[in-house]
């Protein structure tokens, strides 16, 4: 894999170190694709050469501090550097919501003259649950149906947020990422690792 240098990298003494342009060339060191129990993938890679545009090639060490993905992409840094996908806490939210919708379109309610209640808008909450607009038209067709539909889309939700695959990492072409060079978490002279935006 390859990262582009898009701002010049200076010493203390404002001598020009890297320039704009140089190529930094590296490998991925580890890959881990998403598991079941919505375990998430993982991707380190070390950066092993960097090539300036006059066509020199120097050896570097070169690791992950930042990637600048769309939120949408859940991504984030562990300690080692590697890229691994988050998944949001609220996530746990709707099958706790949905599991209670289920229940709850179990319990039939009667009128003041003991005649079943229809219920309508219970109904039509537990087929939103189950399959959205559809099942909200739907589970207007009996209670029975509507909580069939309500305990579907329940166990739907608890599968795809605990058991399904997790997410895997990508990284689109262009991403900005942020790299250090040297050993991670070294420090030299005082100074923290030298870092610019590449992409």
């Given at each position: 894999?390859?990262?582009?240098?898009?701002?010049?990298?200076?010493?203390?003494?404002?001598?020009l170190l890297i320039p704009e342009g140089s190529r930094?060339?590296?490998?991925?060191?580890?890959?881990?694709?998403?598991?079941?129990?919505?375990?998430?993938?993982?991707?380190?890679?070390?950066?092993?050469?960097?090539?300036?545009?006059?066509?020199?090639?120097?050896?570097?060490?070169?690791?992950?501090?930042?990637?600048?993905?769309?939120?949408?992409?859940?991504?984030?840094?562990?300690?080692?550097?590697?890229?691994?996908?988050?998944?949001?806490?609220?996530?746990?939210?709707?099958?706790?919501?949905?599991?209670?919708?289920?229940?709850?379109?179990?319990?039939?309610?009667?009128?003041?003259?003991?005649?079943?209640?229809?219920?309508?808008?219970?109904?039509?909450?537990?087929?939103?649950?189950?399959?959205?607009?559809?099942?909200?038209?739907?589970?207007?067709?009996?209670?029975?149906?509507?909580?069939?539909?309500?305990?579907?889309?329940?166990?739907?939700?608890?599968?795809?947020?605990?058991?399904?695959?997790?997410?895997?990492?990508?990284?689109?072409?262009?991403?900005?990422?942020?790299?250090?060079?040297?050993?991670?978490?070294?420090?030299?002279?005082?100074?923290?690792?030298?870092?610019?935006?590449?992409?």
């Open positions: 894999m390859e990262a582009v240098v898009t701002r010049p990298l200076f010493s203390t003494g404002h001598s930094l060339v590296g490998d991925v060191v580890m890959a881990q694709p998403a598991r079941c129990l919505h375990r998430n993938g993982k991707v380190l890679f070390v950066f092993r050469q960097i090539k300036l545009p006059a066509g020199a090639v120097e050896g570097i060490q070169g690791y992950l501090e930042g990637v600048e993905a769309d939120f949408d992409a859940h991504l984030a840094l562990d300690q080692e550097g590697a890229a691994h996908a988050t998944s949001p806490k609220t996530r746990f939210i709707f099958p706790a919501i949905a599991m209670a919708v289920a229940g709850l379109s179990l319990h039939q309610d009667y009128n003041a003259q003991g005649v079943p209640d229809q219920d309508m808008g219970g109904r039509a909450e537990s087929g939103a649950v189950g399959l959205g607009l559809i099942g909200t038209l739907l589970a207007q067709a009996s209670r029975t149906l509507a909580s069939g539909i309500a305990f579907t889309g329940a166990g739907f939700s608890v599968y795809s947020t605990f058991i399904a695959r997790g997410e895997d990492v990508v990284l689109p072409v262009n991403t900005p990422v942020k790299v250090s060079l040297g050993a991670r978490g070294d420090e030299a002279g005082g100074e923290q690792p030298a870092r610019r935006g590449l992409h």
